[in-house]
C-alpha cells in the first residue's frame, strides 16, 4: 500500500485483490432493496404519484 499526495489531497493505492475484498465487505453491510409484490408495486407506484401531482 502506497500513499500519493495529488493536489494537497492524499490518495491510497492498494492491490486489486485487496480492493475486490474491501468493496465485498461493504456491499455486505449495505441492506439489500425490497423486492414488492406486483400488486404492492402498483399501489406504492400510485401513492408516488399522487404525491408527485400534489407538489406541482
Avoid at 32 to 55: F, N, V
Amino acid at each position: 500500500m502506497e500513499t500519493l499526495i495529488l493536489d494537497k489531497k492524499k490518495f491510497v493505492v492498494i492491490e486489486q485483490n485487496e480492493f475486490d475484498k474491501l468493496q465485498l465487505l461493504a456491499a455486505k453491510k449495505t441492506t439489500p432493496a425490497k423486492k414488492l409484490t406486483l400488486a404492492a408495486g402498483k399501489k406504492h407506484a400510485y401513492k408516488m404519484i399522487d404525491k408527485w401531482a400534489k407538489g406541482k
